[in-house]
C-alpha cells in the first residue's frame, strides 16, 4: 500500500506548491478555474519527478540496488528526459506561434498557455527531484517506510 500512497501523498504536496505559487501570482477566483489549476499546473516542482523519486525511495528501502531497481531508475531517467524535451517542443512552438500574423496564435503564445501545458525545464525537473527525496528522507526519518 505504501507505493500508492505515499506517491499519492507526494502528488498532493507538490500540487498544492504549484497551485500556491500560482495563485500568489494570477488573481483565479472561479471554482471550476482553480480546480484546473490545481490539477494541472505546470511549474516547479515537477510533480512527475517528485513522485518517481520518492517512489525510488521507496523501491530502494525495499530492496535495495537490485536488477529491478536498476529498470526503474533507467525509466525514471528517460520520463524525465522526456518531460524536458516535452518543454523544448513547446518553446519552439511558442516562437512560432510569436512569429506568426494570427492573433489568435499569438493570443496562446502571449498568455503562457502551451508552456503550462506539458513538459517542464531543468529547474523544475530538479526541484520536483528535491521534494521526493526531502519527503523521503522524512518518511524514513519518521520510521513510515
Known amino acids: 500500500m505504501k507505493f500508492i500512497i505515499i506517491p499519492l501523498a507526494t502528488w498532493v504536496i507538490s500540487q498544492t506548491i504549484k497551485f500556491g505559487s500560482v495563485l500568489l ?28 523519486t520518492v517512489t525510488l525511495s521507496l523501491l530502494w528501502h525495499d530492496r535495495g540496488f537490485d536488477a529491478i531497481f536498476g529498470f526503474c531508475l533507467v ?11 516535452n518543454y523544448k517542443q513547446q518553446l519552439m512552438i511558442q516562437r512560432y506561434f510569436d512569429q506568426s500574423n494570427n492573433p489568435a496564435l499569438k493570443k496562446i503564445s502571449k498568455d503562457g498557455l502551451l508552456l503550462n501545458l506539458s513538459g517542464h ?25
Not at 494541472?40 to 518517481?52: D, E, I, Q, R, V
Not at 520520463?79 to 524535451?85: C, E, G, S, T, W
Not at 525545464?121 to 521534494?131: D, K, N, R, W, Y
Request: glycine share 6%.
Open 25 to 52: 501570482k494570477k488573481d483565479r477566483k472561479e471554482f471550476e478555474t482553480m480546480f484546473w489549476t490545481y490539477m494541472w499546473a505546470g511549474g516547479a516542482p515537477s510533480t512527475h519527478s517528485a513522485m518517481l
Open 121 to 145: 525545464t531543468f529547474l523544475e525537473i530538479f526541484s520536483g527531484v528535491a521534494l521526493g527525496l526531502v519527503i523521503a528522507l522524512i518518511l524514513a526519518y519518521a520510521s513510515f517506510i
Open 75 to 85: 525509466v525514471a531517467l528517460l520520463i524525465m528526459y522526456n518531460l524536458a524535451d
